[in-house]
């Protein structure tokens, strides 16, 4: 015989386990009874009919919303899964059913995993392939002090430029030709306005 709560929260249950496809599952559990109600995107073995286990739900730390999680759980091969359970009352406040969601953490932690390792570098730089690329010196000068100051090149401030083109002229950088061009790009600015600045640098006592 059909369930009239599944047949109210089986939108709902649906648009969850369609948006989140394939990744999780959706159950919708008896309280009373014990049992699954309904289930959408099955994990496991579990049908209608089979015991939930949920326990005792006056047991629980009461919740203003009725929304439990995320909380850890684990499947028999292995899999994590982040799961959130939601206490659904009925007119009279009891208990009426509980809607469970359970996301499958394995492709996060994959692509966790992925990031983290192209992240790592996993050798030194050969300084011998870039001891003589004065591009990649301008990149990175100006690069640490992009992120010292948190905030991008346009936004910083005439002493940063001023100190950034001294770490530039101390390393050689603009003994070198058309190195002005490649340095306004860096910063963002008018070659006019390194030329300028470096006038500055150079006659300050």
């Not at 759980?73 to 009279?92: I, N, P, T």
Request: glycine share 4%; hydrophobic share 45%; proline share 9%.
């Amino acid at each position: 015989m059909d369930d009239p709560r599944v047949a109210q929260w089986s939108p709902v249950c649906a648009a969850i386990a369609a948006l989140l496809a394939p990744h999780a599952e959706v159950v919708l559990h008896d309280p009373e009874r014990d049992e699954v109600l309904a289930i959408w995107n099955p994990m496991s073995a579990r049908e209608p009919g089979d015991p939930s286990l949920l326990g005792e739900l006056d047991r629980l730390t009461p919740s203003p919303s009725g929304v439990y999680g995320p909380y850890e759980k684990l499947l028999a091969d292995g899999r994590r899964l982040s799961s959130v359970s939601a206490v659904v009352a009925d007119a009279g406040g009891r208990p009426s059913a509980v809607l469970c969601v359970n996301v499958d953490r394995t492709p996060l932690d994959q692509a966790a995993a992925l990031l983290t390792a192209f992240a790592a570098p996993v050798a030194e730089r050969p300084e011998a392939l870039f001891e003589h690329d004065w591009t990649e010196r301008v990149a990175e000068t100006v690069g640490a002090f992009v992120r010292e100051r948190r905030r991008p090149p346009e936004r910083l401030t005439r002493e940063d430029r001023l100190a950034v083109l001294a770490e530039l002229d101390r390393l050689g950088v603009f003994g070198v030709r058309r190195a002005v061009p490649v340095v306004a790009r860096a910063l963002r600015v008018s070659r006019s306005t390194v030329y300028t600045l470096l006038s500055d640098l150079r006659n300050t006592p």
